[in-house]
């Protein structure tokens, strides 16, 4: 069951059911890197700022959600969904090309 779904351009839709967020790109779903799971403290987002790269990210001592065993760390379905159409929309809007 959809809870919820965002359309962000003509190709690309998310949605969120109770299996979690899914990212559809021309119909079909994709399915590389869509996990959220680093965690920031938001005094900590100044520092990001001139981080250029997820490669600086990942060598940076921003921990990393997966690597952590404690669930009072893990975020909702839902703000796991609002992150991804955030970042797609923006990525979209700019045309972000990687």
Not at 18 to 43: A, L, N, P, R, S
Not at 65 to 86: A, G, P, Q, W, Y
Request: contains cysteine; aromatic residues 10%; proline residues 0%.
């Amino acid at each position: 069951m959809i809870k919820n779904s965002f359309k962000v351009d003509d190709y690309i839709d998310v949605s969120l059911g109770d299996g979690g967020t899914k990212i559809i790109v021309e119909g079909e779903e994709f399915m590389v890197c869509k996990g959220v799971i680093i965690k920031i403290q938001v005094m900590e987002l100044d520092d990001i700022q001139e981080l250029t790269s997820i490669v600086d990210l990942a060598n940076s001592s921003y921990k990393f959600i997966e690597e952590e065993n404690n669930n009072e760390d893990k975020i909702t379905l839902e703000t796991e969904f609002m992150v991804h159409c955030s970042n797609l929309q923006v990525w979209a809007e700019f045309q972000i090309n990687y």
